[in-house]
């Protein structure tokens, strides 16, 4: 396993920090549509506000923060850079975040116009990036690090997950605009998009990042090399068996707790490694893992018990706790991470190295905050129980605890409040250390570092 990163591989600020602002953006969005719904929201998982979030959340805010921190994964991890202009950038991020509103609006409205404009933005956006990091991927598959490849192989089979769910969710769309069923296509949709594009893709993080940044032991070698391939085969097996006869329903089905009880033991052994981590307290990314490994363990639980006549919208509860437990609750520890990281590099980008004189470049650095400076604990971990708390109440509301149902939208926007918060005061502090280092310049004649735009 590839223990060191290449930090100064990592791609410029600019080209992600538009992705990363949309979780706050989309999350907060979520929430207030969530609040004006009311509490009929959690009366089905049909309904067109509960469609409209999911898609908020799997595009808004996790889909974008996974879209961000792939590249950087990539980049620092594997040696694979992606080279891509800041314009195309802005394209990439212009057409998702334009598809994400209108797929919502066209869930809430019906409108075909709607769901044409957000196939035509999604297809654009994903599409572009999906075809970039494959290139990406095979341009540089002589250069990737001998440590790393355990953790490229899980990528690209999330990869291929990826267009699979994309490729499902356009033919739906396709579909709904010419007011056609889509049954057959909504589990496979369903299950592309959980299990094979961001599953996987949160095993390999896991797999890079828990001995990096949270300090546990490696992940057994049998584990690393064969459990994304067992979860990928699975995959492929359901998807073959989905175009069969409804005889074949057990099977199916087998198939389905197979895939389940894969993510089970990963999450079973994740646990175990960071109960057991080397750093001796829990910061807020700590906490947020053990919040998704709970969520997963629990939905897991609950897939079980899906099937009894008693568990009426126990499916709602699995994607609460799947997409907002197990997947949001890393993204937010994610953010924690990585958004402070990326300010710290940024700002030492703007400082000149001068060799003949240390002394202005030692104060120069000193100006700049310390990455576990930019976001206090203090208001990281408040977030974490705000987000452990709107996650209860949600999967609460999700079961038919009907008092719940009235807090859990307010739980949600006061979670988001508190992310939203803590990234602008981190944006804040980079910021006025940039002015510092800016004015600390100009008193000693200090000539400012080139800073080029990455292309």
Aim: net charge positive; hydrophobic share 55%; aromatic share 12%.
């Amino acid at each position: 396993m590839q223990r060191a990163l290449s930090l100064d591989q990592s791609p410029s600020l600019s080209l992600t920090l538009p992705l990363f602002a949309n979780v706050p953006f989309f999350g907060l969005l979520a929430a207030m549509l969530a609040l004006y719904s009311g509490p009929e929201l959690f009366n089905s998982r049909w309904h067109p506000a509960i469609l409209a979030l999911t898609h908020a959340w799997n595009l808004g805010i996790v889909g974008s923060a996974m879209f961000a921190s792939l590249v950087h994964i990539l980049a620092v991890a594997c040696n694979v850079r992606i080279p891509v202009a800041r314009g195309r950038a802005l394209i990439f991020w212009s057409m998702l975040g334009a598809g994400t509103l209108l797929l919502m609006t066209g869930f809430l409205s019906w409108q075909r116009w709607a769901y044409t404009l957000a196939g035509i933005c999604l297809a654009l956006a994903l599409g572009g990036y999906l075809l970039t990091v494959m290139l990406a991927l095979w341009r540089s598959r002589r250069d990737i690090f001998r440590g790393a490849k355990e953790v490229v192989a899980p990528i690209r089979l999330a990869m291929l997950g990826l267009l699979l769910t994309v490729s499902t969710g356009l033919a739906m769309l396709v579909a709904l605009t010419n007011e056609q069923a889509v049954a057959n296509l909504l589990n496979l949709h369903v299950m592309m998009g959980l299990a094979a594009w961001a599953g996987l893709l949160l095993i390999a993080m896991s797999f890079q990042l828990l001995p990096i940044f949270q300090i546990t032991e490696l992940y057994p070698a049998p584990l690393v090399r064969w459990l994304p391939w067992v979860v990928g085969a699975l995959l492929i097996a359901q998807w073959g068996l989905s175009s069969l006869p409804g005889s074949w329903l057990p099977v199916r089905d087998l198939v389905t707790y197979l895939i389940f009880l894969s993510y089970g033991l990963w999450a079973v052994i994740t646990w175990a490694r960071l109960w057991k981590r080397k750093r001796p307290t829990a910061g807020a990314s700590t906490l947020f893992w053990y919040s998704s490994l709970s969520s997963l363990v629990v939905a897991i639980l609950l897939n079980f018990w899906a099937h009894s006549p008693a568990a009426s919208n126990a499916e709602l509860a699995m994607g609460v706790l799947l997409i907002m437990g197990a997947l949001g609750s890393v993204v937010c520890g994610m953010l924690y991470t990585i958004v402070p990281f990326l300010l710290w590099r940024e700002a030492q980008e703007h400082v000149s190295m001068d060799t003949d004189n240390t002394e202005h470049t030692r104060a120069l650095l000193q100006l700049i905050p310390k990455t576990a400076h930019y976001i206090p604990a203090s208001t990281a971990r408040a977030h974490w129980a705000l987000h452990s708390l709107s996650l209860v109440l949600w999967t609460g509301a999700s079961l038919g605890v009907e008092s719940f149902a009235w807090v859990a939208a307010p739980a949600l926007l006061l979670s988001f409040t508190a992310l939203s918060w803590n990234l602008w005061t981190a944006w804040q502090r980079y910021r006025h250390s940039l002015r510092a280092i800016r004015a600390y310049q100009a008193e000693h004649r200090i000539a400012a570092r080139p800073h080029y735009p990455e292309s």
